[in-house]
């Protein structure tokens, strides 16, 4: 039997832990897939979202990377958007194809797989360049049969993916990108997670009779348990799965595929005595469920009727908020980081320069904002000290190239005045209006002007002139001896 998901009924909750931020605050950062395609991001301590950001159509799988700067969106319509966590933006998007679901990324940031439930395939994006290296090679004794969740083991050495249409779980050698093995599953793997040790890799089954929480040793790669979910009048079918920081417990929700007044029910699993009891009442159809990295807060996702997602803490077992939202999607956890303000800069040209006076001079100005030339920004030129101290700059004169005295495609403007006829060393420098009404400044350079060179004879010169003196002195000695003999 195969199930095939909509776009917007397949979740999973993937939690991701960053703990190298200074700041303390927990974010979670849902996908919302239904009409929205954004990613709302909430403040754990006070389930309130605090932004919202615009991906891709029909977002679904996310995750962070190891140092919290980057979250990866995978998007069901073939797009994966990479969003700045600190500034909640999106800055990159890498074009994949249709049908994405899932993402994890390894220990070490390097690389993030995408399982694709419509092509049959999983594929490895390179972090440090936002770029598509390839896919996971699966022979055909082991190919991807609607591969959909994904995790990898904390050492970064295997991935496990669930087929839920293969009746089995894949294991990817993470690095050489290759299956190496098939084991052999219930009828539907549905959600997976792994404890934080990496040892067992916990998943559910669905479709026959209640379901099950199966359990995978990851050192034989074989199953070792099967603990069978509680009969429940409604919500006999397990669907996510979250395990506990300490590895004791495991929440799975569980989904009827209805809407009633007798909301389902989610199921505590004691991983150690292999025992489940089941928390009532708590919402309609627990698709998706996570954790955050302290284990005080569980988050689960809800889907059919009213959608929510449902924050319960995890001391008590009790409700503490729901916050609604437009459609199932997964979750990671990061920390709060702050965006830094923007780096504009200026930079001015040639640093210094001579020239005699009254002629011209040109000076060019650079801005940058966050390094990348910026067009369109109005500089003021002026100089400071100097013989020509006083001039600034006037748009729309012909003083400045662009002649508005505002930036070109390339960041840059250029200005020219004409010296005065005093000698002396001009101090120049260039400013722009940042975007807190601020002035930024650029570096000063130096125009030296000098009086023309005066005309000084030649040695030629020189000599026709001493010649001339010589001769000079001859005729006139001649002249006076010839008025005394006479």
């Given amino acids: 039997m195969m199930i095939k998901f909509p776009k917007f009924l397949l979740v999973i909750l993937v939690l991701v832990l960053y703990s190298g931020s200074a700041y303390a605050q927990t974010l979670a950062y849902v996908t919302n897939s239904g009409n929205a395609d954004n990613v709302l991001v909430i403040d754990t301590a006070s389930n309130t979202v605090i ?45 994949i194809e249709r049908g994405l679901r899932s993402v994890a990324i390894t220990p070490d940031g390097t690389k993030a797989y995408v399982t694709n439930s419509s092509t049959d395939m999983v594929y490895v994006i390179d972090i440090a360049t936002n770029t598509l290296m390839g896919e996971v090679n699966d022979d055909s004794f082991m190919s991807f049969n609607q591969p959909f969740d994904i995790v990898i083991t904390p050492d970064g050495l295997k991935g496990y993916v669930n087929n839920i249409d293969g009746f089995s779980i894949s294991v990817i050698n993470i690095i050489s990108d290759v ?57 006999c079918n397990p669907r996510g799965v979250a395990i506990t920081p300490d590895d004791m417990k495991a929440y799975v929700g569980t989904f009827s595929f209805t809407v009633s007044d007798n909301p389902d029910d989610l199921v505590v699993v004691d991983l150690i005595n292999n025992m489940t009891a089941v928390i009532p009442g708590v919402g309609n159809n627990l698709k998706d469920v996570a954790i955050t990295p302290d284990g005080s807060k569980l988050y689960i996702g809800t889907f059919i009727g009213d959608e929510f997602i449902i924050a319960l803490e995890t001391a008590t077992n009790t409700i503490e908020d729901t916050i609604p939202y437009d459609g199932p999607g997964q979750i990671a956890f990061g920390q ?41 920004v109005l500089v003021t030129f002026e100089i400071i000290s100097g013989p020509n101290a006083g001039l600034v700059s006037t748009p729309n004169n012909g003083e400045c190239t662009p002649n508005d005295c505002r930036t070109d495609i390339n960041g840059e403007v250029s200005w020219t005045y004409t010296g005065s006829k005093f000698p002396g060393t001009d101090t120049i420098v260039a400013s722009f209006e940042g975007d807190e009404m601020d002035i930024i400044e650029s570096n000063i350079i130096e125009k030296i002007w000098l009086l023309p060179p005066r005309n000084v004879p030649t040695l030629s010169e020189w000599g026709l002139v001493a010649m001339a003196a010589i001769l000079g002195i001859v005729g006139f000695m001649v002249i006076r001896r010839r008025k005394a003999t006479a």
Wanted: charged share 15%; proline share 7%; glycine share 6%.
């Fill in 51 to 95: 932004e919202t950001i615009q991906v891709g159509e029909g977002p679904d799988g996310i995750a962070i990377t190891p140092d919290g700067t980057r979250a990866y969106v995978a998007n069901f319509s073939g797009t994966v958007s990479v969003i700045d966590t600190a500034c909640k933006i999106v800055i990159d998007t890498i074009n």
């Fill in 179 to 235: 299956v190496v093995k098939k084991i052999n599953v219930c009828a539907t793997p549905l959600f997976l997670d792994i404890t934080s040790d990496g040892s067992k890799v916990y998943f559910t089954c669905g479709i026959i009779g209640c379901g099950s929480l199966d359990e995978i040793t990851t050192a034989s790669d074989t199953v070792t348990d099967s603990i069978a979910m509680p009969a429940m009048p409604l919500s």
């Fill in 336 to 376: 709060m980081q702050l965006c830094p303000e923007p780096e504009n800069n200026i930079l001015l040209s040639p640093p210094t320069a001579t020239n005699e006076i009254l002629t011209e001079h040109t000076v060019t100005a650079t801005v940058l904002i966050d390094e990348v030339p910026e067009a369109d």
